[in-house]
């Protein structure tokens, strides 16, 4: 199994409150990514980064934000939390290579916002 | 607007094949057809994904249209442990996947 830790498991906070959740990776791949799963929608990706501090938007990307200041590290911020935000969040890594970089995901961070 | 259109939901007869459909009429020539599956209450795991040839993996197979406007993972045998949400995504050159809703599969004893 690819190493990724995703903390916190769980979490449950009040609207309006600030929420980070980490992804940690110690496979050294390129890319990681962070995805949002909600009944109906599938997996939309919210953020991603091909590199330190090099990240980009994805799909669903107002209201969060980003970092990456190590390459083993990205992290997903929810400056203000919304109860629309309430969903089960998946970190992702991939190695470069178009043809070889399949996406190893976390086992997920479940957000409740009240 | 979605890149990729599986059917909600499919059943199968245990130890029988499966054939799982996926279109994505608008795919460019350098997107990578992937495939994943989720099993209840864990990430995505990888499947197989290919380009323009059919692929076979000790997974599963995939057969690649001719036109790539539509693929099929092939399951050859399903089992129990097969039931899970299997998803069908396109990998462009920018590194990006994107993920659609997914066929549910049903196995049935």
């Known amino acids: 199994d690819a190493g990724i830790t995703q903390s916190p498991r769980h979490k449950v906070t009040e609207t309006g409150t600030p929420v980070t959740l980490r992804c940690h990776q110690t496979e050294n791949h390129r890319y990681m990514y962070w995805y949002r799963q909600d009944p109906g929608h599938g997996l939309r990706l919210i953020h991603y980064s091909y590199g330190v501090k090099d990240t980009d938007k994805g799909e669903v990307s107002d209201g969060y934000s980003v970092s990456r200041s190590k390459t083993e590290d990205f992290l997903l911020t929810l400056e203000s939390a919304t109860s629309s935000q309430t969903s089960v969040y998946f970190c992702a890594i991939s190695d470069t290579g178009v043809n070889t970089g399949e996406l190893f995901f976390g086992e997920g961070s479940r957000l409740t916002v009240l | 607007d979605a890149k990729t259109t599986q059917p909600n939901s499919m059943e199968s007869n245990e130890e029988e094949p499966v054939h799982l459909p996926c279109n994505h009429s608008?795919?460019?020539?350098?997107?990578?057809i992937h495939w994943y599956r989720q099993l209840p209450s864990q990430g995505p795991e990888y499947v197989i994904h290919g380009l323009t040839s059919n692929v076979n993996n000790r997974m599963a197979s995939l057969a690649i249209a001719e036109d790539r406007k539509s693929s099929t993972l092939i399951l050859h045998r399903a089992t129990l442990r097969d039931a899970a949400v299997y998803y069908c995504?396109?990998?462009?050159?920018?590194?990006?996947?994107?993920f659609g809703t997914g066929t549910s599969l049903t196995v049935i004893p």
């Open positions: 608008t795919i460019s020539g350098t997107d990578y």
């Open positions: 995504i396109l990998r462009d050159t920018g590194n990006q996947f994107y």
